[in-house]
C-alpha cells in the first residue's frame, strides 16, 4: 500500500489564478506517483455543465488527464458548487466521478468519504435549495437553458447564497452531530472525512472510538489535504 490524498473546495476560477497555479503544481509535485487523488467536491467554484468550456475548465481537465495518464487515478465527487459535472468531463479528465456516500479503504481503514454539505442538516433553507436544485427535473430544464443564460442564474445564485449565508450562526453551518453518527451507522464505518465547511481539523468521536476529518478550503497561499498512508490518516498543508 502507497499513498492517496484527498482534497475538497479549491473552488477553481479564473478570477482566482493563485490557487489554479497551486493546484497545478500540488498534482505534477505532490499528487504524481501516489496511488490515487480524492476530490470531496467543489472543485470548481461553479458549474453549470459540461459543455463548458470557459477557463479554468480546459486546463483543469488536462492538469487531470495529464496526472491520471501517468498511472494516479482520480476520483471526484460531486459539491454544492459543481454539482452537475457529468460523463463528458470525466471522459476528457479521466476521472471517475463516486457517489454521494463513498466507502473507501484507507490506510488499512474503512473510511466514508462526502462532502459534507448534507451534514448541515441545522441550515434548513440550504437543504430546501438543495433538494429543489438536485431534482431530475430541474437540472433536464436548467441544461436545456443556453450556457450564457445557465452562467448568468449561476452567477445571481452565487451571490444570493453568499449574503445568505454570511448572516448565519457558525453552528448552523457546521456539520450536525446526529447526522454524522447517522452517516457513519449506516455505512458501518469509524472514520468519515469530508470538506465543505472549510473548517479543517481531526474531531474525536465515540470516546475516541472514531473520528471525522474535515478537509479545507484552497487559497493562493495555503492549501489543505489529507494523506492515507501506512503512517495512517494525517491532515497537512501544501
Known amino acids: 500500500m502507497g499513498e492517496s490524498l484527498l482534497i475538497s473546495d479549491l473552488h477553481l476560477a479564473g478570477a482566482v489564478p493563485g490557487t489554479l497555479a497551486r493546484f497545478r503544481e500540488f498534482l505534477e509535485q505532490r499528487a504524481a506517483g501516489t496511488d490515487a487523488l480524492y476530490i470531496l467536491g467543489d472543485l470548481f467554484d461553479t458549474w453549470v455543465g459540461d459543455d463548458d468550456d470557459n477557463p479554468p475548465a480546459p486546463e483543469v481537465k488536462r492538469w487531470l488527464r495529464a496526472l491520471v495518464d501517468s498511472g494516479t487515478p482520480v476520483h471526484i465527487q460531486h459539491g454544492n458548487r459543481d454539482f452537475l459535472i457529468g460523463e463528458a468531463f470525466c471522459e476528457q479528465s479521466g476521472a471517475s466521478l463516486l457517489g454521494e456516500e463513498a ?136
Open 103 to 238: 466507502v473507501v479503504t484507507l490506510s488499512g481503514r474503512r473510511v466514508l468519504l462526502m462532502h459534507g454539505d448534507t451534514l448541515c442538516t441545522d441550515d434548513t433553507a440550504y437543504q430546501q435549495a438543495r433538494q429543489l436544485l438536485r431534482n431530475p427535473d430541474f437540472i433536464r430544464d436548467f441544461l436545456g437553458k443556453t450556457l450564457a443564460e445557465r452562467t448568468a442564474i449561476a452567477d445571481g445564485y452565487r451571490r444570493q447564497s453568499g449574503e445568505a449565508t454570511s448572516l448565519l450562526a457558525a453552528e448552523i453551518m457546521d456539520v450536525n452531530a446526529d447526522a454524522v453518527a447517522a452517516a457513519m451507522a449506516r455505512h458501518g464505518v469509524d472514520c468519515l472525512i469530508h470538506g465543505h465547511t472549510h473548517r479543517p481539523g481531526r474531531h474525536s468521536l465515540q470516546d475516541g472510538k472514531a473520528e471525522r476529518i474535515v478537509l479545507g478550503e484552497w487559497h493562493p497561499d495555503r492549501a489543505v489535504y489529507a494523506s492515507a498512508s501506512p503512517r495512517g490518516l494525517e491532515l497537512a498543508q501544501w
